[in-house]
């Protein structure tokens, strides 16, 4: 009996462990990159790098003079995308964020599949039923499919969510003479660049 | 008291006797008279040029002032677009030449550090960046008549 426990156990455990697969489309990990960008020629930066999304198989949704959001095919790697920022500007700073929704992923194949079994089973009561019965199964039935098509529709974003990349790109792009965050320890670096230059010239 | 005054003397004419910064330039700028020590002159088109210099300090070498130049610029968001070595008549330098938006036009900025002994000397020249193709050529080749007396 122990042993028979055990193998169910086993099984049981299998079972729950088995890849993250629907209909045969796996779900990878999804990573956001986020980045904040100091260029003093924002309109030829930003150009460059909506030529290279859209080189790389991506789309932007956002782009103002201070923020860029983007997807780019998950294909294309994290150092990739920084060496081509460090093209386009300065690059203050780079951070990447992994979410794995391998639990949700499980949560959603499972509800999927208990609602279907509960959908046909629901179906067959159908049969012989009055017509009071008969509005109340549909109603369920209804209720069952809303919930299968929820978790359809959350899992195939979750798909389309993991087969890209979400770039979030900050942009600096004011001339200033004010003491900035790049102020350097030795003082007559910080007069170098246009506005100092004027400044200097005019003494 | 006396020893005093003869020593701020003594300083003040040392200031004085600072080394005169020297270029020979084209005819498309034109030589302010005022200073006298450094070199300032402007084009019609209003592309900027002067010298500087700034005490070396701490002592750095002309490889060191000329790479925290150019981190300078990076961080501040210029677009370097040429980093090289130019040879002025008696001293070697470095040059970058950037590119940035300011005051909603696309502006040009060259800066060439060069270093003797107790100071750093500089070129600096701006301009809108169209008129500033115009006489970049120009700025070029003044750079290499450059010289400290």
Known sequence: MNKKMSFLTVVILLLGA????????????????????????????????LDYIEKSGGWFVQLNRYYLTAYLPAKVTTEEIAATLRECGYLISFNTSHENPAERVNDL???IESKSRHLN?????LQGANLRATLDIEMELANISRDIENAKGEL????????????????????SGEDGPSYSGFSWLNEIGIPGFLERFEE | MNRIIIGGLFTALLLNCQATQK?????????????????KAITASGVRLKTFRFPNEPRGDLELWAASVREQLEKTGYRITASEPVGARTLKGILNETQAQYQGNEFSYLIVVFVQEDWVYTIEAAGEKAVYNKVRADILKVLETFEVD
Do not use: C, H, W
């Open chain 1, 18 to 49: 088995r890849p993250l697969t629907l209909s045969g489309n796996e779900v990878g990990v999804i990573v956001e990159v986020g980045a904040e960008l100091r260029t003093l020629t924002l309109e030829r930066s930003q150009k460059e790098l």
């Open chain 2, 23 to 39: 270029m020979m330039l084209p005819d498309s700028f034109v030589r302010y008279a005022k200073p006298q020590k450094s070199v």
């Open chain 1, 156 to 175: 195939a974003f979750l798909r389309q969510r993991s087969s890209l990349k979400k770039l979030t790109v900050r942009f600096t792009s004011e001339v």
């Open chain 1, 109 to 111: 194949q499972l509800i």
């Open chain 1, 121 to 125: 089973e629901v179906r067959k009561l």
